[in-house]
């Protein structure tokens, strides 16, 4: 029987639990025993009673719920290799050699350099004398696969990451409530949202409540100069009859020499033009609750995918990423992904704003 673990890490997103509803009971489904690791790689480091067999309906309920259940940390001890042996070892105790990861970009990285490091962990283990060469025989390659959960959307190559919609949902809300307030006294509000690195968030929340001005990474704004245009447009929209005004700030945004723009640096600009201007931070509020129905239906099927990507998988093919695109759930190599989302930082590092939104091709509008 295969053995295959499922675990949440980085930052929780809605929808996670979906994932691992649809891993454990595909898996069952599939005659394969599955397994929760809980707390992120922390557990998988800890193992023994943080790697637990998951029953049917252990995970009843569970497409509706926020968060994630089996718990994430964002593991400091996996980035070591001495835990990465660790985390080997108790795999291995527990017969587990397929392992289906749900999180953001450095969590997915983590798991394939865990893939691609096994043999030699397994060596180590062997000469520390925790396993004989006969016990280890059946583990000669480790399977990972990797779904993307993160409410930032930042991943290349897939349309949507589990959570996004959720979060964005929850933004749009949020703004609808804080626009009612604004009109009734004519003030400016300046939202600061999530998204680290990415603009995604900002962007859709922006287009989805009608905002004056969106502040992302990928489009950095002129250096001294979008005070000017900021306000110009604000008070445009005042001429016209506009009696509030929302701007989006996303949490990386830049000008473009790569100074932060932050929600005061902007509240300060609409200052200037005396309107009565608020900053709300909206915070982990952004992460909570309940995910919408396309997170739902796109974890599901996803996590349905991966079951069937580590049942066909050969020690040969390449570490996959299940994504959406074009209305599609798709494998890609998990490490081409990797590779063009840090190119689209690199491009925003390089000041190269153009080339960051074309690498965000399918998710981004110039
Ligand atoms: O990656 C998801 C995210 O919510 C980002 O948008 C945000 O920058 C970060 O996590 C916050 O992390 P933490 O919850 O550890 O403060």
Redesign the pocket.
């Known amino acids: 029987r295969k053995k295959i673990a499922v675990m949440t890490s ?2 929780d ?1 809605p929808g996670m639990n979906a994932a691992v509803r649809a891993v454990v009971r595909t898996g069952i489904h599939y005659g394969c025993d599955v397994f929760a690791v809980y707390e992120g790689y922390e557990g998988l480091l800890k193992g023994g009673e943080y790697l637990r067999q998951m029953k049917w309906e252990d995970v009843r309920g569970w497409l509706s719920e926020g968060g994630t259940l089996i718990g994430t940390a ?1 593991s400091m001890e996996f980035r070591e290799r001495w835990g990465r042996k660790q985390a080997a070892g108790n795999l291995i105790s527990q017969g587990i050699d397929a392992l289906i990861v749900c999180g ?1 970009d450095g969590s997915l990285t983590g798991a394939d350099l865990f893939r691609s490091e096994w043999p030699s962990l397994v060596e180590e283990l062997v000469k520390d004398g925790k396993f004989t060469q006969e016990q280890v025989e059946p583990y000669k390659s480790l399977t990972i696969v990797g779904l993307v959960g ?3 959307n ?1 991943m290349a190559g897939t349309d949507s990451t589990i959570g996004a919609y959720s979060a964005l949902e929850r933004i749009v809300e949020m703004v609808d409530y804080i626009d009612e307030t604004a009109k009734s006294h004519s003030r400016a509000f300046v939202v600061e949202v ?3 690195h990415c603009g995604w ?1 900002a962007l859709m929340a922006g287009i989805a409540t009608g905002a004056d001005y969106i502040f992302i990474p990928e489009r950095a704004v002129p250096h001294g100069k979008w005070q000017e245009e900021l306000k110009e447009v604000c008070q445009r929209h005042r001429n016209k009859g506009r009696r509030n005004n929302t701007v989006i700030v996303a ?2 945004a830049l000008d473009d020499q790569l100074n932060p723009v932050t929600a005061d640096d902007v509240k300060n600009a609409l200052l200037d033009l005396g309107l009565d201007t608020k900053v709300t931070i909206l915070g ?1 509020v ?2 909570g609750g309940t995910a919408v129905a396309h997170d739902r239906w796109l974890a599901t099927l996803q996590g349905v995918d991966s079951v069937k990507a580590v049942l066909e998988m050969t020690p040969q093919t390449p570490s996959p990423l299940i994504g959406i695109l074009e209305n599609k759930i798709i494998r890609m190599p998990l490490v081409e992904s990797v590779k063009m989302t840090k190119s689209v930082a690199t491009a925003i590092g390089n000041k190269d704003f153009d080339k960051a939104i074309s690498l965000r091709d399918t998710e981004f509008i110039e």
């Open positions: 980085g930052g997103s964002r953001g993160s409410i930032d930042d999530m998204g680290r968030l949490e990386g982990h952004q992460r």
